[in-house]
């Protein structure tokens, strides 16, 4: 008999590649991958055992798509790595009788507002949010929360439209950019509206978490965020060490806990922010799905958790690999342009990818590319990455930055720069 076959719904882009690509390859070296989306990029297509073509803004299209395949093929999992497709993939999985968390339960993580409300209702540590219609009740929201607040879209990911305003002028600028700022389409999917929050301080961290059932879930990797400009909510790298304290404190696996309770989740390996505030850890979001920015990547180097077979196993019901079996450290760093135009020229040196320590170095730019700084640079801005490997934290914070010095850049600023509407 063949093997039953996994549905992945979304592989990402033509140009997800850089991103994309460890994931599918470890989740495609333990099942059968059929792809259902609309099309098969071509990076993706070696991993794939099959394909369903479907158009995944439309659910009833992935329905019908799907109960077709399925007709005379047995399929042991339905997974998505896309905060796109959570809430679909979870619909799915509940039709089809397997494993997954349920449609509910995933759509209060797309739903930051829903989130919000769940865990303030189940008394665990997250910040006031309030939602707004309009710049006018925006204002009025942070005047009750108190200055500073963040603005966000209730449904995007990737720090889109996410900004820390100080006055009120401040949040009316920010409620426009929260109400129109999209990143890869997401647009397409979940709600539309904005939230005034509680602005939090403290280090920001996210907990890779294994949910094996109700009420057990378990931590397995912490990732810290590496400093970042004053004036941008962007993502500037990570640092994943398996000799990290917080892997064993218990506070943070309280709230963690309690945000999985909270939210009515059951089966998933998720990515959850939280900010380590003066009071405790407090939550900022819970991402239904594997982290993104290479994060699994460095989980399996520093710990030797392959956290999308993990993803994999859950999804079909197979009990998964947990235990670590490396004591090391990852790390990657984006670089963002420090000002805005156009790039003239961008380059590791020759040699780079030969040091040990560098386990990859991606150009994401070409010259001639108009590129924006922070505070209005987002993803899509992002001029490089690099992952290194070592065998502490400090060590690879260090590696970061000697890989950093050797990067060449030169961006042309334009005599009179008109305002950056991104």
Partial sequence: MPAPFLLLLGAGGHDSAPYRESVLARIAAAHSVVLVDAAVPDWAARYLAGHIEADLTDAHDVAAAVKTFTADRDVSGVMTYMEHHVVTSAVLAQQLGLPGSSPQAMAACRDKGVTRRLLDRHQVPSARALEADDAVQ???????????????????????????????????????????????????????GVLVEEWLDGPEISVETAVLGSGEARILAVTRKLPTPAGTTQEYGHV?????????????????????DALGLTCAVLCVEVMLT?????????????????????????????LAQVAAALATGVPPQLEPTRQAAAAIRFAYPE??????????PPG?????????????????????????????????HWVVTGESEATCRELLDEVASHLDISIATPAHAASCTR
């Fill in 352 to 384: 780079l990818h030969a040091l040990p320590f560098v386990e990859r170095a991606v150009i994401s730019q070409e010259a001639g590319s108009r590129v924006s700084a922070p505070p209005h640079a987002t993803l899509s801005d992002r001029l490089a």
């Fill in 278 to 306: 003066a009071s405790g850890p407090r939550i900022v979001e819970v991402n239904g799905r594997l982290g993104g920015d290479l994060l699994p990547l460095l989980v399996q180097h520093a710990l030797g958790i392959d």
């Fill in 138 to 192: 925006a204002v009025a929201h942070a005047d009750t929360i108190g200055y500073p607040v963040v603005v966000k879209p209730r449904a995007m990911a990737g720090s889109a439209g996410v900004v820390r305003a100080d006055t009120a002028s401040e949040v009316r600028a920010a409620y426009e950019r929260a109400s129109h700022e999209t990143v890869l389409g997401l647009d397409q999917y979940g709600p539309a």
């Fill in 339 to 348: 000002t805005s135009g156009v790039l003239e020229r961008i380059a590791f």
């Fill in 240 to 260: 994943v060490a398996a000799s990290d304290p917080l892997l064993t404190d218990a506070a943070l696996a309280r709230v963690i806990q309690g945000a999985v």
